[in-house]
């Protein structure tokens, strides 16, 4: 085994989800994560945790999808009875084939999906933590050979996390202290208003109410937005890629959008509901071991130098007791790269220029 | 996938575990048994049944069981719930190495066994049923090609259980009727009294009281023994060769045994308790798809043209109620060859002669 695999289970049990003896633990191990699911077993049986391995599968999820006639039973007890018992969740990511379940329809998996709110509610109230195992398939969505691929998910992941977090806290300060953020690069003038609003130190830990690893961003909820953004970085949404999105906004809603390529993905976001015309989340980017873009949204949002917005959603941790976001069934991340010209301010005292934070 | 992937899928679903929809199904997905379970989750699909798909791994229960101090929870909380409420667990079974978690110690194997006594009898309470995938693995152990490999184990799954469970009935009206046994083959003449005791017709279905896919055996308990048997089938005992065993009976206990090869591994099995002297089961192999020895008592055991005796525990199943059987830790098979001049008559009557049954 990799000895960066065993420091990857580690870092994942001892940083990331905090185990404790007797917690009750479930794995779920991708096709393609055995080796990590190896690793973390182990540190399991160190730290004198319970065990339950579940086979996390895009294509037995497939076939159970496909095969029936889209009816499926609301919450089965015997699921539901296992993740209101459990601690903790670690989701153990890492796909033989990133397709491997595309030709199952929207229909099918929004009505499996539904089924089983409950299930993920109860998941959600676990200490859970989504983590990725670098595979050959997940290294061909990145473009990169599997040795380069296994040395980028390395650097992203096996951080000093604890140091990361202090520096992050810096930025939460100053958003939670801050009224109005200022975005400029190319393409890109942005005002969000953010007051009241309370930013989330993401350090790829569930004491920070931090659920993947790697993270390594500052994220909070805009209340209201205004001017012109460019996302340069490519994407895949939904399957189909765009590329130098444009969005325009005027109190707070989108109203008016283009794109080099998927501009059709982005009029069907923006036009889901009321929600998705409006900005959910602020995120700004600090993992520096993240130094490229690899279509893959776990990553690509915490590289260093880089700034995300999502339209839809907001979540409840930037929220203030009492104070509801903004709502939407859809919450899609759009990123925008923070280099040579550029300036990140809040209450008009720079942040970031030309990507460098002040404190670097 | 091969066809026949697909065909064992469904005779595991309908045939074996008699799915129905609504039914809470545990599917336990080993290393390499991915493609059943694809097979298994369209079937379950199809029937309407609910998935909750399980790892089994040798590889992250050595991992598990070794890295800890040796001390389990007991059948913690949330895996007992998930069994207590699942209708059928199908086992996958389909390793990538039969050695994988070879240097576990017997004592961790058996305390992380004794904390989960709860859970193995919730497990055992459902309408469970056991297959496996031909791995290469497997191939391997049988010492065979692996496509050749594939094709002895469907044609010892794929057959026409319906028309063999008629046939195993006649042999189990028999048994159940009769009261003794003589078996006589070269280096064996053994006498077994049957009277009173209960034959299961183990058709591969829990209709039949049968949770092995494939079956095709007739067992019974036998409650007395005289005689000498030669078991000249090898086999792999707790992880030891054993070769030619003879074991010597009277009054139903061995009194004598000899072995060309693991005499030893005979000692401790006969020395493991009162009951380990004693025989627990008489077993008349039926399957015809099984044509060859394979180093896997799955298999082995439901040979046509064999019988199986096991020293040690009986099965409930063939004990009249209120009636105990042999008791005992342990239940070892050992298998007899039932060739040119063999015999197996029950009450002096020929059932089987050269190893052909009269009816066939």
Same mark, same amino acid.
């Given at each position: 085994m990799d000895d960066r695999t065993r420091d990857h289970a580690r870092t994942l049990v001892e940083w990331? #989800?905090?185990?404790?003896?007797?917690?009750?633990?479930?794995? &779920?191990?991708? &096709?393609?994560?055995?080796?990590?699911?190896?690793?973390? #077993?182990?540190?399991?049986?160190?730290?004198?945790?319970?065990?339950?391995?579940? +086979?996390?599968?895009?294509?037995?999820?497939?076939? +159970?999808?496909?095969?029936?006639?889209?009816a499926f039973d609301a919450d089965p007890d015997y699921e539901l009875a296992l993740y209101e018992r459990a601690d903790s969740v670690l989701v153990l990511k890492g796909?033989?084939?990133?397709?491997?379940?595309? /030709?199952?329809?929207? /229909?099918?998996?929004?009505?499996?999906?539904?089924?089983r709110q409950a299930i993920r509610e109860a998941r959600l109230d676990t200490d859970w933590v989504s983590t990725q195992h670098p595979t050959r398939a997940m290294a061909q969505q990145a473009g990169m050979a599997y040795e380069a691929y296994r040395d980028f998910v390395y650097d992203a992941t096996l951080r000093d996390w604890e140091a990361l977090a202090e520096e992050q806290a810096r930025l939460k300060d100053i958003l939670d202290d801050g009224e109005t953020v200022r975005i400029r690069n190319e393409g890109t003038d942005l005002t969000l208003d953010i007051s009241g609003r309370r930013a989330v130190n993401s350090a790829a830990s569930v004491a920070y109410d931090s659920h993947n690893l790697p993270s390594g961003e500052v994220f909070t909820a805009p209340a209201d937005t205004a001017g012109v953004v460019t996302f340069d970085v490519p994407m895949t949404i939904q399957g189909r890629r765009v590329r130098d999105v444009k969005l325009t906004f005027k109190d707070g809603v989108v109203v008016d959008f283009e794109a080099e390529q998927g501009a059709d993905v982005i009029q069907e976001v923006v036009e889901t509901d009321g929600g998705s015309?409006?900005?959910?989340?602020?995120?700004?980017?600090?993992?520096?071991?993240?130094?490229?873009?690899?279509?893959?949204?776990?990553?690509? &949002?915490?590289?260093?130098?880089?700034?995300?917005?999502?339209?839809?959603?907001?979540? /409840?941790?930037?929220?203030?007791?009492? &104070?509801?976001?903004?709502?939407?069934?859809?919450?899609?991340d759009l990123i925008t790269?923070?280099?040579?010209?550029?300036?990140?301010?809040?209450?008009?005292?720079t942040v970031q220029e030309d990507g460098t934070f002040v404190w670097e």
């Open positions: 990331s #989800a905090r185990i404790e003896a007797g917690d009750n633990v479930v794995v &779920e191990v991708g &096709e393609g994560a055995h080796d990590l699911g190896v690793a973390v #077993a182990e540190q399991l049986g160190e730290k004198g945790a319970n065990l339950l391995a579940t +086979y996390r599968s895009p294509e037995l999820q497939r076939a +159970y999808l496909r095969a029936g006639d889209g796909s033989n084939n990133t397709a491997g379940s595309a /030709d199952v329809s929207g /229909d099918r998996r929004q009505a499996h999906s539904k089924a015309r409006r900005l959910g989340e602020l995120g700004i980017g600090m993992n520096r071991g993240v130094d490229r873009v690899t279509d893959n949204i776990l990553f690509d &949002e915490k590289m260093g130098g880089t700034v995300h917005l999502a339209l839809g959603r907001a979540y /409840d941790a930037c929220l203030p007791e009492g &104070e509801t976001g903004n709502d939407s069934a859809v919450h899609e790269t923070m280099d040579e010209g550029s300036l990140l301010a809040v209450d008009g005292e």
